[in-house]
């Protein structure tokens, strides 16, 4: 039994999990050609967590995260996974990396975004989303620019999945800002948890706009009934999309064997272990 870790949560709808589950089973088969330990499956909840007796500590004996154990069994909480001292790879957003999850993490490659509209090799964008309403959704720009109707915008209720999200949040204030605007367009701010409630609130009235990324924009697509009420009226500017993480004492050959894995498996980009900021 392997004694690492591994979970790719950022895209695990429920309608989705069997091509999760053989997402993961190419990767771990990838890894065991590569001599790595890798385990069986993927996570989905804090019970399948090592235990860390006293919580998780950084380099400096500083609490960071608290025992797995301690918290809701049948939930999964996305910054214990990311900090578990057990984590051979898992899937963040460049939100929580740039808020400091970086320090405790190493970046072990980029997935690739070309199956989906809006994104590009490494590089992905959100789709900015209104009630339908009549009209055909915006195509995502050839130029990876952003897109942002601003008069369309202006005045109506924003709902964001999580304050610390790049996709929902983060990337379209800074689309904003660059254009000489700022969040205070929007008539009213809320959170929603998560892109499909985001989507869903707007089909039901409860908010008007939101920025969806374009993976799970596509998975809405699919699974998603309240997706056909919602379109696609602009796109945030193309951004590395969600990296692909290991623990920070994670041994150098075996990230870079990894690396290696991931780029066999699905081309996706190495990464070197210094995070830049993503702008």
């Known amino acids: ?20 589950d053989a997402q993961w089973a190419l990767l771990r088969e990838a890894f065991r050609q590569r ?20 919580g998780i500590l950084d380099d400096a004996g500083e609490l960071i995260a608290p025992d797995p154990a301690t918290l809701p069994p049948d939930e999964l909480d996305f910054h214990q996974l990311w900090l578990s001292p057990a984590l051979l790879f ?23 975004y070309d199956a989906f509209e809006g994104g590009q090799g490494e590089l992905y964008s959100s789709a900015v989303v209104m ?13 990876a ?3 942002i109707p601003i008069d369309l915008l202006r005045g109506r209720r924003f709902t964001f999945n999580n304050p610390d999200s790049m996709s929902g949040l983060i990337g379209l204030t800074r689309d904003l800002e660059a254009m000489g605007e700022s969040l205070d367009i929007f008539a ?14 707007i089909a039901e009235g409860r908010a008007d706009i939101a920025a969806i990324d374009c993976q799970s924009w596509a998975l809405a697509q699919r699974f998603e009934p309240a997706a056909r009420e919602v379109k696609v009226v602009g796109w945030t500017a193309r951004r590395k999309g969600l990296p692909y993480i290991t623990a920070r004492t994670t ?8 690396r ?19 702008g």
Request: proline share 8%; aromatic share 4%; charged share 20%.
């Open 1 to 20: 039994m392997s004694k690492f870790v591994a979970a790719l949560p950022m895209y695990d709808w429920s309608e989705a999990r069997g091509e999760v």
């Open 35 to 54: 001599g790595i330990d890798a385990p069986e499956s993927v996570v989905r909840s804090n019970r399948e967590l090592p235990a860390v007796p006293g």
């Open 90 to 112: 898992g899937q963040t957003c460049w939100g929580p990396m740039e808020l400091g999850l970086a320090r405790h993490v190493r970046v072990v490659a980029q997935p690739n």
């Open 131 to 143: 009630a339908a309403g009549g009209g055909s959704s915006v195509a995502s720009p050839q130029n």
């Open 145 to 147: 620019k952003a897109l």
């Open 188 to 201: 009213s701010r809320s959170e929603s948890g998560g892109h499909r409630s985001s989507i869903v609130a």
């Open 251 to 258: 041994p150098a050959p075996i990230i870079a064997a990894m």
């Open 260 to 278: 290696e894995a991931v780029a066999a498996v699905e081309g996706g980009a190495s990464e070197q272990p210094l995070v830049q900021r993503v």
